[in-house]
């Protein structure tokens, strides 16, 4: 298992920005396909943005256009720049591999609130 710490996450208002970051514990997830993903409460948890190892992004059409993911893996970390943030933004985030069949433990997450 590898260990996965979000963090970056607080309260913005509407029309604000936040970048999340996600530390990896083994260098072997350099060579994974990575996403963040969030929850909000009474929700599934979805998959907003994800990563190839080789950087090729992917990001679901609520985020699209204000969100980006990028990742530096000599640093063992994945970012997410959010912008302009919409109350509907509201969730915990969390990072984890793309593919559900490499689903690792998840970590504690980090909450984002936007509200005015």
């Known amino acids: 298992q590898v260990q996965l710490v979000e963090s970056g996450g607080g309260l913005v208002q509407p029309g604000g920005s936040l970048r999340l970051s996600c530390a990896w514990s083994r260098s072997i997830v350099r060579g994974w396909g990575m996403g963040w993903y969030r929850q909000a409460p009474g929700k599934q948890r979805e998959l907003v943005a994800s990563?190839?190892?080789?950087?090729?992004?992917n990001y679901a059409d609520s985020v699209k256009g204000r969100f980006t993911i990028s990742r530096d893996n000599a640093k063992n970390v994945m970012y997410l720049q959010m912008n302009s943030l919409k109350p509907e933004d509201t969730a915990v985030y969390y990072c984890?591999?793309?593919?559900?069949?490499?689903?690792?433990?998840w970590g504690q997450g980090t909450q984002v609130t936007v509200s005015s």
């Open positions: 984890n591999s793309a593919a559900t069949s490499r689903l690792q433990n």
């Open positions: 990563t190839t190892s080789g950087g090729t992004t």
